[in-house]
């Protein structure tokens, strides 16, 4: 490794070259003897002996820092005595109506391997609670920053086999000034980095990372609310991330509902190998920093991602950033993200990543994107399922789009492959697409034949395309797959109806799985084109499910819609908070979005035209994001909202008046009706502001 690199961690940037700083583990861990720990107090005070026991204090016991001894009588009674060799165990009997520990600093480093802190043990958890897997149920203890404090991290874990569950953890963040060189976050796993004087710049030595011993090995975090209230509300102040592994191998993730952080809800660093990501709610993070709901960087062989709910992000769903070793994402539903940022819903880069079985839906950007740089090949992309994506469902990116957007949106369909040095300069080597001979086929008696060519050798999986918009439409259906020939032709006989529209996928174990190939059509026996009657799909959510409701009676066809509903509000010059006359706009669109389900909001954000382009564009997407939080904090679900910053570019007039300057200082609101109704709306000018 270099001693001397930058390591990026969102607006943190370090700087760390070779200074000869040790950093010994803790003296006689593994001899720590292992306690029973009730915890009765929720409050955050210094260790004194009196008659209840914190969470501080129950910690400080389990790392060796603390003895029995050193107790009230009182205290000692809240302590048990475990056999030897056995972790300690932290429970949770706090006051009925006080399960909030609300933390003034950060509470000491986890040092004591083995150690299990339980908030299902508090009176009042119900484990029965809960619809879904993904959903775990609500927690009984709250774990936060107390009001006015600044708390970088919630818990920092650095030892083996540390197990936290059943916890809501949120509130957890520091300013730009203050990052304390440790990313702040609701669950920091890895030995925090030191401190040094300067907060953004700090000189030591990352030889004990390289060691395997110096990585906690075995963590398990289950079963928490991170990043959102008890009660599911979204926070006063929202945590910066939700899971850091920076340094941990074989850490389990699992059966979580994050959302609501600044940055990403799972993000790996310097090493996070045999990462296992399952079974979580991801839902609504990124809004105000690193946006894509988990971030893969760092050493992460052997690392899975499966069957997660990875919903309304605003990035990507999942993003593999130069990642050391491959992944498995499999079994996940990814959808409605990209709701700030446009983005492949799957961005990746490195080599033999297997993405399979997965549903990717709902993107402003191309469901799968493998960049070209650095090369990213043999990275298997197959039998997931697409809806509704802004581009392929599959788009291998070549070097010769290197603007940001080719990067992280995809750059569109690639023409065949021409030159062996392709091969160099396009995602999975530039395998080609499936090419179908023909682009209407007709059946015979029994089945329609399917012809066609792609590299020699490679296995073709055909698919049954529903969106019509496209030439390249999302792969929807998967029918089954061929290999083709040592001349690379292959064909397929397949019962299908007229009308059916198919695309293909191929994979060459040695390079990696192609885009599609363009649409093709099955037409009836006497050559027409029919139309397939459409098949009304359920678009999904983002929310928890809720118990199953008592059969009703089928619903009346729906009237049109005839909304009289605001559809702007205003600012102050060069702010983003939202007036006391803004809000009251913002909640009538918030009660029409909520008895309207079928509705769905673009936050168009705009400025008037003085300052810089690139200034305006980031005040008129801090002015969306502050409109789309508040209708979060209304009940609105993030998955039906999506920001558009469009800066100076859309003025409302040509004026130059103060009140033309204070109507071009808006967010409107951009209202489609899914069941193909026009809206009517209304301007309003109520909460105009002049300079």
């Known amino acids: 490794m270099n001693q001397r690199q930058w390591i990026g961690w969102g607006a943190i940037a370090l700087t ?9 583990p803790a003296l006689g861990q593994s001899a720590l003897p292992g306690y029973g720990l009730r915890v009765t107090s929720p409050l955050d005070a210094p260790v004194a002996a009196d008659d209840v026991l914190t969470l501080r204090e129950a910690l400080e016991l389990a790392n060796g820092t603390l003895t029995p001894t050193e107790l009230s009588p009182a205290e000692q009674a809240l302590v048990e005595a475990l056999p030897p060799g056995q972790g300690s165990q932290i429970s949770f009997a706090l006051p009925e109506g006080e ?83 440790t990313p702040p976050s609701d669950i920091f796993v890895g030995k925090a980095l030191p401190v040094d004087s300067s907060p953004l710049s700090l000189e030591f030595d990352l030889s004990f990372l390289e060691q395997s011993e110096d990585a906690p090995r075995g963590v398990v975090i289950e079963q928490n609310w991170l990043g959102l209230t008890a009660d599911g509300e979204f926070p006063a102040v929202p945590s910066a991330f939700g899971v850091t592994v920076f340094n941990a191998v074989e850490t389990t993730i699992r059966n979580n509902r994050i959302q609501y952080h600044d940055g990403s809800a799972i993000i790996t660093g310097f090493r996070a190998d045999g990462s296992q990501i399952a079974e979580n709610a991801i839902i609504a993070n990124g809004l105000a920093g690193m946006p894509d709901a988990i971030r893969l960087e760092g050493a992460i062989a052997a690392t899975a991602i499966t069957n997660n709910l990875i919903c309304a ?94 990067f992280q949106k995809g750059d569109g369909p690639n023409p065949p492959r021409n030159s062996y040095h392709r091969r160099r300069e396009t995602g999975n080597a ?115 499910p809720a118990p199953p409701p008592p059969p009703v009676e089928p619903p009346a066809p729906l009237a049109p819609l005839r909304l009289q509903i605001p559809r702007n509000i205003h600012f102050a010059l060069d702010r983003s908070n939202i007036s006391p006359e803004s809000a009251a706009v913002l909640n009538q669109i918030a009660g029409a979005m909520l008895e309207y389900p079928f509705l769905t909001l673009e936050l168009h954000g705009h400025t008037d ?83």
């Open 99 to 181: 399960t909030t520990i609300a933390l003034t600093d950060l509470l000491p480093e986890i040092v004591a391997p083995e150690l299990v802190i339980d908030g299902t043990t508090q009176a009042g958890y119900d484990a029965e609670d809960t619809y879904d897997p993904k959903f775990p149920p609500a927690p009984a203890v709250t774990l936060t920053v107390a009001e006015g404090s600044e708390v970088a991290r919630g818990l920092t874990i650095a030892a083996d086999g540390v197990t936290v569950r059943g916890f809501s953890i949120y509130g957890f963040r520091t300013e730009d000034r203050a990052t304390q060189t």
């Open 313 to 406: 992000n605003d990035g990507s769903g999942i993003y593999l950033y130069k990642p050391e070793g491959a992944a498995q994402i499999t079994g996940n539903d990814i959808q409605f993200n990209g709701r700030r940022f446009e983005r492949a819903a799957v961005y990746v880069m490195g080599s033999d990543h297997q993405l399979n079985d997965n549903f990717i839906g709902y993107q402003p950007g191309p469901g799968v994107a493998v960049t070209a740089f650095p090369l990213s090949h043999r990275n298997q992309i197959r039998g997931n399922r697409y809806a509704e994506l802004d581009g392929l469902s599959i788009d291998l990116n070549t070097q010769g789009n290197t603007g940001v957007q080719d």
């Open 609 to 691: 035209p003085r300052a810089s382009a690139a200034y305006n564009l980031a005040l008129s997407e801090r002015r969306a994001n502050a409109a789309r939080d508040y209708l979060i904090r209304q009940g609105v679900p993030p998955e039906r909202m999506r920001i558009l910053p469009f800066g100076l570019t859309q003025r409302r007039t040509q004026g130059s008046s103060r009140i033309d300057f204070a109507r071009d200082r808006r967010v409107e609101f951009i209202f489609t009706d899914l069941r193909g109704f026009d809206i009517i709306f209304r301007e309003q000018e109520t909460d105009l502001q002049l300079e």
């Open 430 to 544: 530039a395998i080609n697409a499936p090419q179908f001979d023909r682009y209407d086929f007709t059946p015979d008696a029994a089945a329609v034949t399917l012809t066609g060519t792609a590299d020699p050798g490679s296995e073709v999986d055909l698919y049954r395309v529903n969106e019509t918009e496209s030439a390249y439409s999302p792969l929807a259906e998967p029918l089954g797959t061929v290999t083709t020939t040592a001349e690379g032709t292959f064909s397929a006989s397949l019962d299908l109806p007229p009308g059916t529209r198919v695309s293909a996928i191929a994979t060459d174990p040695e390079w990696g799985t192609s885009e599609p190939a363009a649409v093709a059509t099955v037409l009836a026996a006497d050559g027409t084109r029919p139309e397939l009657p459409a098949t009304p799909m359920e678009r999904p959510n983002c929310s928890p």
């Open 16 to 24: 760390i070259p070779g200074a000869g700083l040790a950093i010994a």
